[in-house]
């Protein structure tokens, strides 16, 4: 084998060594892909979801949990916002040094997304366990999210750049404008749960409070042990009252015995009323049985009567044409007498001797 030869096997191994290497880094990347898309858009469906009933019943399941995840907020939320401010200025002086700094900030902003991604969680479950709702409290949440999609989307530009090590002008967008949209939400929620703005007030004696909210509070104070006096009094006068009102009360349960005496003596009559009535109801069932009975024999006395009535009609005809026959026998038989009757003979007249 020449030298020619070997330096021609040395570059094709190298080759395949680096094209090994490209496969892997691509699968790599797309797997990171997937990964960060799949948790972005998780909290995405998650918020949108957030009033429904399906995230009721998921925190209703273990509120220990729930309750001990949306406590972990405030915590999880500074690990994120810290990395980012770490790339965000290291992105910065990376891009004042005109190619001169080269920060890595690959790892760091992927630990960012993905920490975001459970203090997003975190702060879901623990606005809907405070009963934080309102536009104000929405726009938190929504530009909390969007800053995080603005990350993510980000760490893939950079991930998937072919030149300048992923620092060009798209991933420099994606960057600032989420860190922009996490200091306004973090605006936002100084001021819903601190009640702190940007600029102090003019009475402000302290970064914590103001000499005037302190006599404010004592004059309030004041005005609350006045009124503690005042109920103090009324309280006294409310209990001569429920004494009163408990004699009553006793006055009130003697008469109610009384009645309930009353009421078993009358229940006592009314079982005996009862008990007579339903030996009425049975004699007068078996008296309705009877007339039920009478009502039969006297529906059939009465067809019986009908049918001879039919029958004495029948004789009665039959009575008259007999009757007929007879009178015409009886016309028939004179007749007869009439025809059979000998003639009377002539008186003989006796002559005189």
């Not at 790599?28 to 019943?57: D, H, K, P, S």
């Not at 798209?170 to 939400?185: K, S």
């Not at 006096?229 to 001569?240: A, E, F, H, Y």
Request: aromatic share 8%.
């Amino acid at each position: 084998m020449t030298d020619h030869e070997a330096e021609d096997d040395e570059v094709l191994v190298s080759t395949e060594e680096t094209t090994d290497v490209e496969e892997q880094g691509r699968a790599g990347r797309i797997f990171l892909t997937l990964l960060v898309l799949a948790l972005v858009i998780t909290v995405g469906v998650f918020a949108y979801l957030r009033n429904g009933e399906f995230f009721a019943e998921l925190l209703a399941k273990d509120s220990w949990k729930s309750r001990l995840i949306g406590n972990l907020h405030p915590i999880l939320a500074m690990i994120p916002l810290g990395l980012i401010t770490g790339v965000v200025v290291a992105e910065i002086a990376g891009w004042l040094s005109f190619g001169k700094f080269h920060p890595m900030t690959r790892l760091t902003l992927f630990l960012a997304v993905i920490t975001g991604t459970l203090a997003a969680a975190s702060g879901l479950v623990f606005m809907k366990l405070e009963g934080n709702s309102g536009p104000t409290w929405n726009a938190y949440l929504w530009f909390g999210i969007g800053s995080l999609v603005a990350f993510a989307l980000a760490y893939l530009t950079k991930i998937w750049a072919v030149n300048a090590r992923g620092r060009g002008v798209v991933y420099a967008i994606f960057l600032l404008g989420g860190a922009a949209a996490l200091v306004y939400g973090g605006l936002i929620y100084g001021q819903q749960v601190h009640r702190y703005t940007i600029e102090p007030a003019e009475d402000l004696g302290t970064p914590y409070g103001a000499i005037r909210s302190e006599r404010e509070a004592s004059a309030r104070l004041a005005q609350l042990e006045t009124k503690g006096q005042s109920l103090s009094t009324d309280l006294s006068k409310k209990n001569g009252e429920i004494a009163n009102l408990t004699k009553s009360a006793g006055a009130l349960q003697t008469s109610l015995n009384q009645e309930k005496q009353k009421f078993a003596g009358a229940s006592k009559e009314l079982a005996t009323t009862r008990k007579s009535l339903s030996e009425v109801k049975k004699q007068q069932a078996g008296t309705m049985k009877q007339v039920e009975q009478a009502k039969k024999q006297a529906a059939n006395l009465k067809k019986a009567l009908e049918e001879a009535k039919k029958r004495e009609a029948e004789l009665q005809k039959k009575a008259g044409a007999m009757s007929n026959e007879v009178n015409q026998l009886k016309k028939a038989l004179e007749e007869a007498k009439k025809v059979e009757a000998p003639k009377p003979e002539p008186a003989k007249v006796e002559q005189p001797e």
